[in-house]
């Protein structure tokens, strides 16, 4: 394995994770004239009726109240839309800050986003060059710029898939095969035990009950209105923190997050330790091994 910076990956939801609310409630959702109360309650009635995915329901709501309305809805308005995200306090330097701090610790820090939003509206917001890769619904567009067919739908099941991809570093969302090819646990670009992610709420469960069975770290952040809910998910052993989404300097998140860099370098440099002592003498790496820190 040649010698190269370890990778650590943070992996974000990102309604009510990085923005203070679901993102279609900024400015797509009063364009139609409707409040996000009303918009959402129609895409539920018209999923649970119509038995469709949550997520492909409200992709399909959004389509045709614009069209009811007569109103124009190409890529480029969406991420236009993206401009009016507001995020919580810190958010816009957090991404330079941590990986500052990984670099001080010998790690290259990624950025990912898993969102069931939509990724045309993530790609307008003040952070989108943070991410390594952006994973969220989104339409295909036809020649004409309109939207046409879902090209990718993330609800939250689906979340876990993009673990994985980060996990091998199979990014394109077309490439099955090499996404399921075999390989061997330290040739994985991003072992699981390096990855954190950091989420809400019940849509992040799978991702984070994931994280923790494979040894990664899940932490919820909340606002007041969904303390309560997140309590929950600590009680019951699917994250290992929750703090307030407050992501500035002097935090107990940020604190905590360095806290979680510092460990993953130190097992990581602890593990090549171990790998280089027994190739030095003739030895092989057994794939129970890479758990070994």
Request: contains cysteine; negative net charge; aromatic residues 12%.
């Amino acid at each position: 394995m040649a010698n190269h910076a370890p990778i650590v990956a943070f992996l974000y939801d990102f309604d009510k994770t990085l923005c203070t609310t679901d993102m279609e409630d900024y400015a797509f959702i009063p364009s139609l004239g409707m409040t996000p109360a009303e918009f959402w309650a129609k895409a539920n009635h018209f999923g649970r009726t119509n038995r469709v995915d949550g997520i492909l329901a409200y992709m399909y709501t959004m389509l045709r109240e614009s069209a009811a309305r007569k109103l124009p809805f190409t890529r480029a308005d969406l991420v236009g839309m993206g401009r009016g995200i507001v995020l919580f306090p810190g958010v816009e330097d957090w991404f330079q800050r941590i990986n500052a701090f990984g670099r001080s610790q010998g790690v290259t820090v990624e950025h990912y986003v898993i969102s069931s939003g939509l990724r045309e509206i993530i790609e307008g917001s003040a952070i989108s060059g943070a991410f390594k890769e952006i994973y969220a619904s989104e339409f295909y567009y036809d020649e004409t710029g309109a939207p046409v067919w879902p090209k990718l739908t993330v609800n939250f099941t689906a979340k876990t898939q993009f673990v994985y991809r980060i996990n091998k570093g199979v990014l394109d969302v077309s490439d099955d095969k090499t996404l399921n090819d075999s390989m061997p646990d330290d040739s994985k670009r991003v072992p699981f035990t390096n990855m954190v992610y950091i989420g809400d709420g019940l849509s992040d469960v799978p991702c984070m009950k994931m994280m923790r069975s494979y040894g990664g770290r899940a932490i919820a952040v909340y606002q007041e209105s969904n303390r309560s809910g997140v309590e929950d998910l600590l009680a019951k052993g699917r994250v290992d923190f929750i703090f307030p989404a407050d992501y500035s300097q002097g935090t107990a998140l940020e604190a905590a997050v360095q806290d979680i860099i510092r460990k993953m370098a130190v097992c990581d440099r602890l593990f090549e330790r171990n790998v280089s002592q027994l190739r030095s003498i003739g030895g092989d790496v057994l794939p129970n091994q890479v758990g070994l820190f």
